[in-house]
């Protein structure tokens, strides 16, 4: 199997220009050239809802979106970042061509059923379509993929990028021996939040449910893993959990075990 | 040559809901398959620019960008208008892949000069790469462009979509035989503004030299025509200024001679 990269930067990255520049001047000049982008918006979105005097509603940390706030996800995702981050790789020479889900079909999602919390217009992967992917990569295109998946209807859905980049990775890891980057500020996960000394090199799935017990780790780390482990089990070759500066200098942050 | 059809539709289609729904129908439809798609993002921009409060400034009907500005074109073409579109176009069964100018290198523009104005993050074209074209419509996928490009900095900058679907039928029409459409509510070039019963079913060079002289046209009818007769002049087989109406009936409105 040949070697496939798909790299997902958090929202902390995308929130700080010079983070960001960096990380994509390092996304540019890695080798081996197959390479997929997943990313979704950082605070812009909240930023803008603001502005707009559009409430935001979070529930545990997720955000209810409804009619005007998926108006804003389509254009910070697709429009604004996207974007602006095609036209930098473009200037580092990388042949990056931004998709959403929707685009050439990638991404088949369902709006989530209302259950205790109506989530809105969030969509929840129902299946991956190579067939973009393979042409893109083929031709050796990069890529880029922002949080936003469609329905069978058409309508466009919030979708979590860390889960994107997992689906993603594992649809494509029986054709690619895939290594799949959670690229953030923070050097990996971490034994003790406060202390960066504290840098767990390889992480077992009951390790992190002991983690998880001791409440070691919290917030955006528990489905950031959710999703790693779910690769994981099915069959994504290497997976990596790491700071920008790691990703910089090739080593590795936490690995999955 | 195989037939290519490229489309450009109008703002004044894209912000009437009901007739941008009429109109992908028929897009959708449109037989043969090889086609493309061009749009801009209607009042929308003006729209979210009052409600920030970014000042809106206009020279000769054309938009003065500023850093704000562009980012609200981001947000409004690449993100709202061209995944609204794509998701419809998905549910249609129509293999729409939306790019802009910097997606895979298509479009190369250069920041419009300061002279007697300042239009500020507006490009001009410089190169078409007819590669990612290429690649998607060998494949069965429709490429729906918004209107943006990028320069050699990666800096995006916003380009006229009539530019913008004039140049890319220009550098498709060596390897296609190109039909170009520009689509809009009016259903063709009128003789007289105000009397719908004028249409002008084939318009000479000289004939709209004479109009634009007569002041029979006027407003964002003349750059239009400007660029379908540059297109026309380079080489492209096929132009067409038509209502939807029109386009989705199969007649032609007027045909540039």
Do not use: W
Not at 53 to 65: A, S
Not at 142 to 149: E, F, N, S, Y
Not at 163 to 171: L, P, Q
Request: charged residues 20%; hydrophobic residues 40%.
């Amino acid at each position: 199997l040949s070697q496939l990269n798909i790299v997902k930067i958090g929202g902390d990255i995308i929130d700080d220009q010079e983070c960001l520049d960096q990380f994509l001047g390092s996304f540019a000049r890695m080798i081996p050239a197959p390479k997929i982008l997943v990313h979704g918006g950082g605070k812009k979105v909240s930023e803008l809802a603001e502005k707009l005097g559009i409430p935001v509603q979070m529930i545990d940390g997720r955000r209810l979106t409804d009619k005007a706030t998926l108006e804003l996800t389509l254009m910070v995702y697709a429009g604004l970042i996207n974007k602006t981050i095609i036209g930098k790789l473009q200037a580092l020479h990388c042949r990056a061509v931004g998709l959403s889900g929707a685009d050439g079909g990638a991404i088949l999602a369902k709006k989530r059923p209302v259950s205790t919390h109506d989530y809105g217009f969030v969509g929840d992967i129902e299946a991956i379509n190579n067939n973009i992917f393979n042409l893109l990569l083929d031709s050796n295109y990069v890529p880029v993929l922002c949080a936003l998946t469609n329905d069978e209807t058409g309508q466009m859905l919030n979708t979590n990028a860390d889960t994107i980049a997992a689906h993603i990775a594992v649809a494509l890891s029986r054709a690619f021996n895939c290594s799949l980057y959670y690229v953030m500020k923070l050097s990996g996960v971490l034994r003790r939040f406060d202390d960066p000394d504290s840098l767990i090199p390889i992480l077992t799935y009951d390790e992190y449910l002991n983690l998880k017990e001791n409440e070691s780790i919290s917030g955006g780390m528990i489905p950031k893993l959710d999703n790693a482990f779910y690769a994981r089990k099915k069959g994504v070759q290497n997976i990596f959990i790491t700071g920008y500066e790691h990703f910089q200098s090739g080593q590795k942050g936490t690995v999955l075990a």
